[in-house]
DNA sequence: CTTTCATGCAAGTAATCACTTACATCCTAG
DNA sequence: CTAGGATGTAAGTGATTACTTGCATGAAAG
């Protein structure tokens, strides 16, 4: 069966080609070129061009959520689980990286993608409430807008996500492992007791 | 002299249709329209499209620094001078939000975008640098890596922008100067010594 | 062996793209 | 009042777009 593979390999170009140009300047020839594919190939299988994107979307609403990984090996030290938490959503992001740069760019023509992407920090923003409010009962971390602390961490393994996807080492040559240890190292000081 | 008012209405709009819809995407023709200008008068203004976007960079490349207005009102109070950072720097890419839109859609395809852009957090990463150290010298935060608290603290309001700027208030609803506040107020007690 | 189904190939559609040319109109500075 | 420069209008260019149709090919399944 070719089918599958066939329409995984012009779902992956597309994803490359949409998310380095754009929708509108990613065409369906050059996305069925480096699929390998004929471009009639293409809309026998999605049948227009937006179906390619809903499909490309579709696929990403099933990826293994990051909220369990998160649950799972709590250790209850500040600092080791805020850095685990930190390392597992930049490689996430890092994963799924074409499609978070899809997502920011054609958010507002397709607002779709808006509720995808933001269904993401929503979820860990709830884990991670949770999570200070756990540690605040065991006298772990000090009282604080748990929400506001939640959003930010995210904010700052987003920040260095994009900053890193984006930019590369323009910014800086840190190693990223080395630049989330010392961020959550400050971070994660300026939240205990 | 009507030139200059009519050239800055035809990069008010192509800024604006740029950002949401992305280079390709954002036609002449409609942003002659938004701008209420005949298509032709976008070519004889920019002689091309590409024309148009060059003179969307050189606006912004001469645009007021940050960097200055960080330098002065030092008040050597971590907290305070950090938040007063953020919220400035906060400030800073809401008010060039459409160019920064346009910068992380097309830095690929147009890499001078990429230099222009990445300049940015590149000053901004000095001067916390320098800020940092000195305040070492005067023991007032303790010995970490300043350049990763740098960028750090850069990842952070770039994230909280990111978040506000594309996805609004779905993620929270928390005021926007609440959130910063916090979000210092947690940073800056994790590098105080 | 034959049928079926995914794919390739060739050719063509109407629409839209960036961009040009020629000429009319208007405002303003001299 | 007049000359020049900025703009509008109209019409059109070739290239490219998303998408379609008809037919050939090839491999796998019954």
Redesign the interface.
């Known amino acids: 069966m070719t089918m599958k593979g066939t329409a995984e390999r012009i779902i992956e170009a597309a994803l490359q080609l949409i998310s380095?140009?754009?929708?509108?300047?990613a065409t369906t020839k050059t996305i069925a070129e480096l699929a390998g594919v004929n471009e009639v190939t293409l809309f026998r299988h999605f049948g227009n061009k937006r179906g390619l994107l809903k499909a490309i979307i579709e696929q990403f609403s099933y990826y293994p959520l990051l909220q369990q990984e998160i649950n799972q090996n709590m250790t209850w030290e500040l600092e080791k689980d805020l850095l685990n938490i930190s390392l597992k959503h930049f490689q996430f992001l890092m994963s799924i990286k074409d499609f978070v740069m899809i997502a920011?760019?054609?958010?507002?023509?397709f607002p779709e993608i808006?509720e995808e992407?933001?269904n993401m920090?929503?979820l860990i923003?709830k884990e991670l409430i949770h999570y200070f409010e756990e540690m605040y009962q065991q006298g772990k971390v000090r009282e604080?807008?748990f929400?506001?602390?939640a959003?930010?961490l995210?904010?700052?393994?987003?920040?260095?996500f994009?900053?890193r996807a984006?930019?590369g080492t323009?910014?800086?040559d840190?190693p990223t492992e080395?630049?989330l240890q010392?961020?959550v190292?400050?971070?994660?000081?300026?939240?205990v007791s």
Chains 1, 2 share one sequence.
Request: no cysteine; hydrophobic share 45%.
């Open positions: 380095e140009k754009g929708y509108t300047a920011f760019k054609e958010s507002i023509q808006s992407i933001a920090p929503l923003k604080v807008d929400e506001a602390a959003l930010s995210i904010a700052l393994n987003f920040g260095h994009m900053s984006r930019l323009i910014v800086s840190i080395e630049l010392t961020s190292a400050i971070f994660s000081r300026g939240l």
